[in-house]
């Protein structure tokens, strides 16, 4: 795996107070890596991710936040709020690094990164560095988020680069925010062959989720009857 970017991200700064429904020792983190996502279920590809930039970025944690209701996405999550959260907090327990938090799956309406990292760094003391880590595709349309330039003004970006797709160039987002690219970093070489939608769809069709998804994780979704699993035995 390779890790490309103009420089390591340096610290940003803002102030504010409070932010609730968070496990874990996040909070006390120095380097944070925030990793978002609807987590429809969470899968072994997420927790790959979510190891690689632990690792390489050296961070002291990853918080993974479930999105309520996501504003960009045309069809909604599968599962309720509740119950993705509830995956999420038993894909991720095992390692201690890991945090969750129920900011947005406990917000009404439409939920904006912008708001969940304005709350972050508004519980978070003034010398933590937030790192938002998101996928090559969602790099690429970070222009069409809601308010954009504050969410490259109050965060590093982390994008973990597709291996099937020509490199992303880090300078696109100096025409959102002016010097956004010297906090950005690239993770190359990660060869995630998993998604969501491969997830649910194994469910529909009765096969075994060794090697997709936790193993608790998979025993929740056959627990509940989830994504047209049905308990088997």
Same mark, same amino acid.
């Given at each position: 795996?390779?890790?490309?970017?103009?420089?390591?991200?340096?610290?940003?700064?803002?102030?504010? #107070?409070?932010?609730?429904?968070?496990?874990?020792?996040? *909070? =006390?983190?120095?380097?944070? $890596?925030?990793?978002?996502?609807?987590?429809?279920?969470? =899968? &072994?590809? =997420?927790?790959?991710?979510?190891?690689? !930039?632990? =690792?390489?970025?050296?961070? #002291?944690?990853?918080?993974?936040?479930?999105?309520?209701?996501?504003?960009?996405?045309?069809?909604?999550?599968? !599962?309720?709020?509740?119950?993705?959260?509830?995956?999420?907090?038993?894909?991720?327990?095992?390692?201690?690094?890991?945090?969750?938090?129920?900011?947005?799956?406990? *917000?009404?309406?439409?939920?904006?990164?912008? #708001?969940?990292?304005?709350?972050?760094?508004?519980?978070?003391? #003034?010398?933590?560095?937030?790192?938002?880590?998101?996928?090559? &595709?969602?790099? *690429?349309?970070?222009?069409?988020?809601?308010?954009?330039?504050?969410?490259?003004?109050?965060?590093?970006?982390?994008?973990?680069?597709?291996?099937?797709?020509?490199?992303?160039?880090?300078?696109? @987002?100096?025409?959102?925010?002016?010097?956004?690219?010297?906090?950005?970093?690239?993770?190359?070489?990660? &060869?995630?062959?998993?998604?969501?939608? /491969?997830?649910?769809?194994?469910?529909?069709?009765?096969?075994? @989720? !060794?090697?997709?998804?936790?193993?608790?994780? /998979?025993?929740?979704?056959?627990?509940?009857?989830?994504?047209?699993?049905?308990?088997? $035995?």
């Amino acid at each position: 795996m390779a890790m490309t970017g103009a420089r390591r991200p340096s610290p940003r700064s803002c102030r504010g #107070d409070g932010l609730a429904g968070t496990t874990g020792q996040a *909070r =006390h983190a120095a380097r944070l $890596g925030v990793l978002g996502g609807t987590f429809d279920p969470i =899968h &072994d590809g =997420h927790l790959k991710i979510a190891n690689a !930039a632990l =690792h390489q970025l050296e961070l #002291d944690r990853i918080l993974f936040i479930p999105t309520g209701k996501p504003w960009l996405r045309a069809v909604c999550p599968r !599962a309720t709020r509740r119950q993705r959260l509830a995956m999420t907090l038993l894909g991720t327990q095992d390692e201690t690094r890991f945090s969750v938090s129920a900011v947005e799956t406990g *917000r009404e309406g439409p939920t904006y990164t912008v #708001d969940t990292l304005r709350l972050l760094r508004q519980q978070l003391p #003034d010398d933590t560095e937030i790192l938002f880590i998101v996928g090559e &595709d969602s790099a *690429r349309s970070i222009s069409s988020w809601h308010e954009p330039k504050k969410i490259l003004a109050s965060c590093s970006l982390v994008v973990i680069e597709r291996p099937d797709v020509e490199g992303f160039n880090v300078q696109n @987002l100096d025409a959102i925010h002016p010097g956004s690219a010297q906090h950005t970093v690239v993770i190359k070489g990660l &060869d995630l062959g998993i998604s969501a939608t /491969e997830v649910r769809s194994r469910c529909a069709a009765g096969l075994t @989720l !060794a090697g997709w998804v936790p193993p608790k994780v /998979e025993q929740y979704i056959v627990q509940h009857k989830l994504y047209g699993r049905e308990k088997r $035995g």
